[in-house]
């Protein structure tokens, strides 16, 4: 009952502070949101008690990629403000779309009946994370390490500021 | 009277019982008691502030040969209070083309942050607001949320200078987070737990010998030096550096909402001071904690008081870096140190030594990584003042 | 678990309302006479020229990427830190593998002088 | 458990659909690729959702939801390094402007 209410009042601040994401017009305002629909994902995460996930979720999404988001907007920012109008000229197709596809989504999602257990979570959840990294999946683990070398290197050359 | 019976868990359990005496159901006693619990760490954090003001202008005062606070209350004792009173009292002055929204959320954010830090810090053994299995990691997360606060409080206050305060901040918090994180993973490495009260128990061996200050000295200077970077102390001040860009994002604050600032800069000092007594100091473990655990509480305080002065201590010593200077500093010998750290612990530990054994090869190993990080970093530097003498003087000697 | 999660969101909710209700208790009891000088940009009493909104340098997104990627790599190292003991040295020497992948990184970002402050 | 598992997959919808809208409504490109985030935490919802749900004992679930925040980070540092190169050379950050193909 007490969870029920909380994940109503998530949702509803998660859904709002997306919907001011893709909305508001000042890019500023637009990444403040996605930090508050960051953090109400993280939120859910601890409902889940995926509580690695939740710490990694703001760790990662708010302490670096929404930081990253906010640089790269003031560094280029002098031309972001003005230009007429936040939304092109297809928005209300967009919207449309958008709106079509949750409907039918929904109506899938509530039709589904999932086969759901009430196990509970080990508490060695984030040694077995741990292990399954150097064990089972070390091949994608090894690949993130040359996924992030590779954009490192790329995002390196490509904002370096070219001198002479 | 029996000390062993001197205990804050047995306070703890006595609430619970009373409370469950009353005939309320479960939920709403546990809902009261983390109540209880969220609104004693608050005024804790609150009342330890202005101990810690004090402290720090009293230290101050004495080492740069000046008497500090002396006139409110005996030692000067209610000075703080006295400032707090005249901030409640200040006009609150915000500027007219700032985000107000953004603007008044930037300071409450910025002592939300050091708040939330104080849920995972155990003050004793298992007196702790919450020891979740993610600790370490979770105090990397409330990290982030101040340097998201000092960054709107920079956007918010439309003035350039703030900005490029707000701006310099964050590149220091950023960039001095990792060998920060890196120093705390190292310990967890050898325990295999990110629970606060798992690492400072881990610690209890050979009467404080098997605190992780003594086994992995290295991972402690790092990150007793990130930590002075993370409050923003001298010599990492450049960023309020007072007689430069006025005073750094917070420069349009005034009144109550600048005192959130202050505050929260003095609470992080403590704040990570403690996470560096628990993580390597062992946190509440001292001679005879088994027996008379409330004893643990003297020990944590002890510590965290010590590396908190320690921090003041450094703060009155030294000059300032230049951006230049810090941003090098960290991205080219602690974290290379700490990563360079990390694989010989891993390596070490694998390796299953008998105990005493472990503990002086990773103490050799820790000393060892260190001298050559200083060798390189003094060669480094003797090259550049080289290079920077070369205009002037026409042969370099051979070194 | 749930219930240290319960104490760490009702200290969250009074750690955010507890400045807005101090501020809001200054705003009873303090003086309020502002003018536009006072309200001013505070800019050591000059007048504000131009834009606030300066241009800046890439430098700082420079070391914000650095940054995010490190952040990543200390995420996939702490799991494999708390599992340490129950993997075989191969696993450490893959742990290994991972952290000289993103070292190559940070001295490609050194030979480059993108953490070079100029 | 107290909260049906369609309630987390209907939100994660919602959100998708609210990332989706963003992407295409948008003429900057920064909230396009905050529209990506969104959506990509509506995957990571879901991948949680159904660790939480189907199969809690073993943590397949959360090991890709890190892999996607590893991806994510990636996309962003390097989505965002190529919006400011654009920027420096065409001083715009607009997509309805970025046509360097059409000559």
Known sequence: MVQQVVFILIAIFTLGMALGTVISRKLFHAALFLVGTFAGVAILYVLLEAEFLAVSQVIVYIGAIATLIVFAIMLSRSMMDKESGAVNKQWWAAAGGSVLLFAALALLLSKVPFATTSAAVPDDTIAKIGSQFVGVYVIPFEVVSVLLLVAMIGAIMLARERHG | ?399 | ?118 | ?103
Request: charged share 15%; proline share 4%; glycine share 8%.
């Open chain 4, 1 to 103: 458990m107290a909260i049906p598992l369609t309630w987390y997959l209907i939100l994660a919808a919602a959100l998708f659909c609210i990332g989706f809208y963003g992407v295409l409504a948008r003429r900057n490109a920064v909230p396009i690729l905050m529209g990506v985030e969104l959506m990509l935490n509506a995957v990571n919802i879901n991948f949680l959702a159904f660790w939480r749900y189907v199969r809690p004992e073993e943590p397949v679930g959360q090991v890709f939801a890190i892999f996607v925040l590893a991806v994510a980070a990636a996309e962003a540092a390097v989505g965002l390094a190529l919006i400011i190169s654009i920027y420096r050379t065409r001083k715009t950050i607009n997509v309805d402007r970025i046509d360097l193909l059409k000559g």
């Open chain 3, 1 to 118: 678990m749930l219930q240290q999660y319960g104490l760490i969101g009702l200290l969250a909710l009074i750690a955010i309302a507890f400045p807005f209700v101090t501020v809001g208790f200054t705003w009873l009891i303090r003086p309020k006479r502002p003018d536009p000088i006072k309200n001013s940009t505070y800019e050591c009493g000059l007048e504000t020229i131009g834009d606030t909104w300066v241009q800046f340098r890439a430098q700082y997104y420079l070391f914000a990427l650095i940054f995010v990627v490190f952040d990543i790599e200390a995420m996939f190292l702490f799991p494999f830190a708390v599992a340490f003991n129950s993997v075989g040295l191969f696993a450490v020497i893959e742990a290994i593998l991972f952290i000289v992948m993103l070292a190559m990184g940070l001295v490609y970002a050194w030979k480059k002088k993108a953490m070079e402050w100029q």
């Open chain 2, 1 to 399: 009277m029996d000390l062993s019976s001197l205990d804050l868990r047995a306070i703890g359990a006595w609430f619970h019982n009373l409370l469950m005496g009353t005939g309320m159901s479960a939920m709403l006693v546990q809902f009261i008691e983390s109540l209880v619990g969220a609104l004693l760490l608050l005024i804790f954090g609150l009342t330890l502030v202005i101990f810690l003001i004090w402290l720090e202008r009293k230290l101050a005062g004495r080492i740069q040969d000046r008497l500090g606070p002396n006139r409110v209350g005996p030692y000067g004792l209610m000075q703080t209070m006295a400032d707090a009173l005249k901030l409640l009292t200040k006009e609150d002055v915000t500027p007219f083309d700032a985000d107000r929204v953004t603007y008044n959320l930037a300071p409450a954010l910025a002592v939300f942050h050091v708040i939330m830090a104080l849920a995972v810090i155990p003050f004793a053994d298992q007196v702790i607001a919450a020891d979740i299995n993610v600790g370490v990691l979770y105090l990397m997360a409330v990290g982030a949320i101040g340097s998201m606060a000092a960054l709107m409080a920079g956007w918010a206050s439309n003035n350039k200078y703030a900005l490029i305060g707000g701006f310099r901040v964050v590149a220091q918090l950023l960039s001095y987070e990792i060998p920060l994180v890196l120093a705390m993973l190292i310990p967890v490495l050898v325990t295999g737990t990110m629970r606060m009260n798992g690492l400072a128990r881990a610690q209890g061996d050979y009467l404080g010998l098997g605190w992780f200050v003594w086994t992995l000295p290295l991972a402690f200077i790092i990150f007793f030096i990130a930590s002075l970077a993370e409050v923003e102390r001298a010599p990492f001040d450049l960023l309020e550096a007072e007689s430069e860009i006025v005073a750094g994002y917070n420069i349009e604050y005034s009144g109550m909402k600048f005192a959130w600032f202050f505050l929260a800069f003095f609470m992080n000092s403590w704040v990570l001071a403690a996470i560096g007594a628990t993580i390597f100091l062992g946190g509440w473990q001292g001679p005879f904690v088994d027996q008379i655990p409330a004893l643990g509480v003297i020990y944590f305080f002890a510590k965290s008081l010590f590396l908190f002065v320690v921090q003041a201590w450094v703060r009155t010593t030294f000059p300032r870096l230049r951006i230049d200077q810090m941003m090098s500093f960290c991205w080219k010998f602690l974290v290379p140190m700490a990563l360079v750290l990390f694989g010989f612990v891993a390596i070490i530990l694998k390796l299953h030594l008998p105990s005493p054994w472990e503990g002086i090869i990773l103490l050799l190993s820790n000393v060892a990584i260190l001298l050559v990080g200083l060798s390189f970093l003094g060669r480094s530097q003797r090259k550049a003042v080289y290079a920077s003498k070369r205009a002037f003087t026409p042969t370099i000697p051979r070194m």
